[in-house]
């Protein structure tokens, strides 16, 4: 195995033989070799597994064998994932199930986070620590200044223990106001602010519940607390957004604590958001991942409604309508606004980074999308540790995928605004990796004092130094190439059905058969499990999906309009050519054939017969002349296209007197050829009988109908037709 992966130390291996190949173990990940040859192995990708990812270990009995394995080693990981391992002899299993205990189920400071250290190759100007500085931060954001203050109160923890050292408050609000505030929030996690519009003066700040009870206790300083708050943003009403349901709220009331009540809190107002608990998570995150698992290598079409039952996207619509609702109070009232839940480092840190991240195009960056998670998550003390559930069996109650869930919800909303983000599905599913990998130090842990105690940033390297100079990050693999740092206003999300879908590169990462490429037809499967050895970036961006969809749909309609043009220029071509048989048909087989000139007019070529009998028929024009009328052919420029008939019409006969008589000094050619069509339609009109009236009756309804078109038509004086 020397050579396949610098973390490897042959030393640290281990080896159970059996009759395929080799399974391999260091202190950060599981192998399986596949003996190829005598001295040649194979690393087979599908059993890349890092110890942290594991969750459980359990040796089977293969009950319906009648050849292969004695024995089956399953693992589940905590991502959605579960291999099989099997053993010839029940010996070599029992011996797998121990080592793999052994390491997996283990103190935290014996994981490999601790002995990672970055490439030479992977070198930065500056430490991935080091990249968010809390006042730097405040500085980018206008703070502090006349109204609001940088409160040192938490220097050492003893304010709140889960707090930051530094947090910013009302400059009226002394540090024994806030002792008191600690005291009556829970968790002493009181009111501070985390996001300040520098326009407006719009505020957000986060918090935990507070002490209410049964009895409604009230602290006079947390109510002053508040008004001052309202008071900030002139006098608007401020909303607090309760993350819970209100049946949730009132049953923490039974335990002594509950929510604010709006008759203590002047110009407040109080909203719940119906976002599940952590209880409600972990069983929803479950069932999607049974639904995942259970789709097997064949597609049988039922995967959307499995997935969708389990009730994960129902709680991610959830997250997206509260985000909604608190960005357009912030961005479109100017308001400033509060967020709770029960302790404020759960539903709380989804709703205050979300929003932030929907208001402010700096936390859209790749960069600035690693600040927003070092504050609202890491800094603000969300409990990596405890809902992660690292180096923990399964079964733990506080194990919860809640940042996951915050994760797939960012997925949403780079869906639904491709140009907006810097980076793509492919660094949200990096990060979601290597929460549970323990191979970086940057969600070890519950709070900012924790790590300080372990000293992470000394025996720890960053994700985010990883992330940004590891040869993945240099390729541009987790950068958005449609991004736009032009369009830097405020989004908001959508949560109907259409806007939220299955998380494909997380949900079906370890999926290797075409169900895959069914779900998601916009990406590639991985050609292996582990990021480092990422695959090439897919073709087709899904955030271009609807785009895409649309434009081929227009494209699509524009060809059936067009096909249904030809089809009509044809049936009128068709038409043109039976009205021409017809009129053949009504003057006799004995009369001559009647063709469409290009003028559209009707011309007669006579043979040497019909010359020769002209001068013997009467002159049609001096028989009309007698009732003041000469019928003449004419050859209308305006009339449309699909005129299949020559009109007629009757003129005076002085009129065609002086029109013959102005060409009558050139010469007599044209009288001649008028004289002859005339004695040739004279002599149809004698033997044409019956059928020369029917047509002579549909030219004259054809043209009533042009003048009553023509009549139906007025131009004003601008130039317009107006009906």
């Known amino acids: 195995v020397k050579g396949l992966d610098p973390a490897i130390n042959p030393s640290e291996r281990i080896k159970l033989r059996s009759s395929k190949g080799s399974f391999v173990t260091t202190n950060y990940r599981l192998y399986y070799l596949r003996k190829k040859s005598k001295d040649k192995w194979k690393l087979d990708p599908l059993t890349h597994i890092p110890l942290g990812e594991i969750d459980r270990v359990e040796m089977k009995e293969n009950r319906y064998r009648r050849k292969g394995p004695v024995m089956w080693l399953e693992l589940g990981c905590k991502g959605v994932r579960v291999v099989r391992f099997g053993f010839m002899k029940e010996s070599l299993c029992e011996r797998a199930l121990r080592l793999i205990s052994a390491f997996t189920f283990a103190d935290l400071e014996l994981s490999f986070s601790f002995q990672y250290k970055l490439h030479d190759a992977f070198k930065l100007p500056f430490d991935g620590w080091s990249l968010y500085d809390a006042k730097a931060e405040y500085r980018r954001l206008g703070l502090p200044n006349s109204t609001l203050r940088l409160s040192e109160a938490n220097m050492e923890y003893k304010l709140c223990s889960t707090y930051p050292r530094e947090f910013v408050v009302p400059s009226s609000i002394s540090d024994e106001d806030l002792e008191s505030i600690a005291k009556f929030r829970s968790r002493g996690r009181i009111p501070v602010l985390v996001w300040h519009d520098r326009v407006t003066g719009a505020t957000i700040w986060r918090c935990s519940q507070p002490r209410v009870g049964l009895q409604y206790a009230r602290n006079k300083s947390d109510e002053e607390l508040l008004d001052k708050v309202s008071e900030l943003n002139g006098r608007k009403k401020l909303i607090i957004y309760d993350a819970r349901p209100l049946k949730n709220a009132l049953a923490n009331k039974a335990v002594g604590k509950g929510y604010e009540e709006s008759s203590y809190y002047r110009n407040t107002e109080i909203r719940f958001m119906n976002i599940e608990n952590i209880h409600r998570v972990r069983e929803s995150y479950n069932h999607a991942r049974k639904a995942t698992l259970e789709c097997g290598q064949e597609w049988d079409g039922r995967f959307h409604a499995r997935f969708e039952s389990s009730g994960w996207l129902k709680h991610i619509r959830t997250i997206l309508k509260a985000t909604y609702e608190m960005t357009a109070r912030v961005n479109m009232c100017g308001a400033s606004i509060v967020s709770h839940c029960s302790d404020g480092w759960d539903r709380t840190a989804q709703l205050i980074a979300s929003t ?31 809902r992660v559930g690292h180096m923990k069996p399964v079964g733990d109650q506080d194990i919860s995928p809640i940042f996951i869930q915050w994760l797939d919800m960012v997925w949403q909303i780079t869906r639904q605004f491709p140009t907006a983000f810097e980076f793509n599905s492919r660094m949200l599913c990096a990060i979601a990796y290597h929460t549970t990998s323990l191979r970086f130090g940057t969600f070890l842990y519950d709070c900012d004092r924790e790590r300080r105690e372990k000293k992470i940033r000394k025996h ?30 405020v989004i908001y999300p959508s949560w109907g059905n259409a806007y939220v879908g299955v998380w494909s590169d997380y949900w079906l990462m370890h999926c290797h058969s075409p169900i895959r490429l069914t779900v998601a037809k916009d990406k590639l499967p991985p050609g292996t499990l582990h990021v480092d050895q990422l695959p090439k970036r897919p073709q087709d961006l899904s955030g271009c999906e609807n785009l895409v969809h649309g434009l081929r749909k227009e494209l699509r309609d524009q060809k059936i309009k067009a096909q249904l043009a030809e089809r009509r220029i044809e049936e009128m071509n068709r038409e043109m050519e039976r009205l021409k048989s017809e009129l053949r048909e009504m003057n006799g087989p004995e009369k001559k054939e009647l063709d469409m000139d290009d003028d559209g007019a009707i ?9 020769a009998g002209a001068d013997a028929q009467p002159n049609p024009i001096a028989s009309t002349e007698e009732e003041g009328f000469v019928a003449v052919d004419i050859n209308d420029a305006a009339a449309p296209e699909t005129e299949t008939e020559t009109e007629t019409e009757m003129l005076p006969a002085d009129t065609i007197k002086h029109a013959v008589d102005m060409d009558d000094h050139d ?36 043209k009533q109908n042009d003048d009553k078109s023509r009549d139906d038509v007025q131009v004003s004086e601008d130039g317009d037709v107006l009906a």
Request: glycine residues 8%; negative net charge; hydrophobic residues 35%.
């Open 667 to 702: 010469d007599d050619t044209k009288l001649n050829a008028t004289e002859e069509e005339a004695a040739l339609k004279t002599e149809d009109d004698a033997g044409g009988g019956a059928a020369e009236g029917q047509l002579q009756q549909h030219e004259q309804q054809q």
């Open 460 to 489: 720890t390297v960053s994700l985010w130094s990883y992330l940004i100079a590891s040869p993945a990050a240099r390729r541009g693999d987790f950068t958005n190439p449609l991004y736009d740092r032009q369009k830097d206003g």
């Open 603 to 611: 011309a007669a070529d006579a043979d040497a017969d019909a010359d």
């Open 356 to 386: 932030e991240m929907c208001l402010d195009p700096y936390f859209r960056t790749i960069k600035g999308f690693f600040c927003l998670i070092e504050k609202e998550w890491l800094s603000f003390g969300h409990q990596f540790y405890k």
